[in-house]
């Protein structure tokens, strides 16, 4: 077999060829690995929606996209998931809302009772310093110093630094900052979907 040249030509072949090639194999091993990772995505939600409504046998009954402007007229999106215990009784919804924390987005998962009242929250997702703005995890969950579990943020929650009643991260003010308002807008979509639900009279069939 002839030996290629070594001139710019044939190593700009043999580059292109390699950089194919590899495009490939990501491209196949990707393939591979998206129905796993979806899976495991849904499982994640499924479980969250469960811990921050406290029931483990229920169902989603309809799951609502809200799009609302915050304070600077940026639109964000909401997922609203009405669910429904074993015996058809309304829990409330769960609800996915996202913010900008100290190092990232903060995504949250908050349960809420058909009054309005935080059964449960889980993060989803955050880029948080370890050990501090990470620590919201478990900081405003019961019986925790910044515990609001079973409040209404039909009064926006703040931190008390700004006035309000919940205690902020120590050393993180602007994390804590960042979850209160990822609550109080879960809350305004919560809302917000109810009010179109019986502004529209649409009855919300079960995802199964």
Same mark, same amino acid.
């Given at each position: 077999m002839k030996k290629l040249e070594s001139s710019l030509l044939n190593m700009v072949l043999v580059l292109t060829s390699v950089a194919v090639i590899m495009g490939g194999i990501l491209a196949f091993v990707n393939h591979l690995t998206e129905g796993p990772i979806a899976e495991q995505k849904a499982k994640v939600l499924a479980d969250g929606i469960k811990a921050?409504?406290?029931?483990? *046998?229920?169902?989603?009954?309809?799951?609502?996209?809200?799009?609302?402007?915050?304070?600077?007229?940026? &639109?964000?999106?909401? %997922?609203?998931?009405?669910?429904?215990?074993?015996?058809?009784? $309304?829990?409330?919804?769960?609800?996915? +809302?996202?913010t900008g924390g100290f190092g990232g987005d903060l995504k949250v998962l908050v349960g809420f009772?058909? &009054?309005? $009242?935080?059964?449960?929250?889980?993060?989803?997702?955050?880029?948080?310093?370890?050990?501090?703005?990470?620590?919201?995890?478990?900081?405003?969950?019961?019986?925790?110093?910044?515990?609001?579990i079973g409040k209404s943020p039909a009064t926006p929650l703040t931190v008390s630094k700004d006035g309000g009643q919940i205690d902020a991260i120590t050393? +993180?003010? %602007?994390? +804590?900052?960042?979850?209160?308002?990822?609550?109080?807008?879960?809350? *305004?979509?919560? $809302?917000?979907?109810?009010?179109?639900?019986?502004?529209?009279?649409?009855?919300?069939? %079960?995802?199964?």
């Open positions: 921050v409504l406290v029931c483990d *046998n229920l169902t989603v009954t309809a799951t609502d996209t809200v799009r609302q402007r915050d304070a600077k007229g940026k &639109e964000a999106i909401y %997922i609203v998931y009405q669910t429904q215990d074993a015996k058809g009784n $309304k829990l409330g919804a769960a609800v996915e +809302s996202t009772n058909p &009054e309005g $009242k935080i059964l449960g929250y889980t993060l989803l997702e955050h880029a948080e310093t370890p050990g501090l703005g990470a620590k919201a995890d478990k900081w405003f969950q019961k019986g925790e110093k910044g515990d609001i050393a +993180s003010t %602007i994390t +804590s900052r960042a979850f209160l308002l990822a609550v109080n807008n879960a809350y *305004n979509a919560y $809302k917000g979907a109810l009010e179109t639900d019986a502004h529209t009279g649409a009855t919300p069939q %079960i995802k199964k």
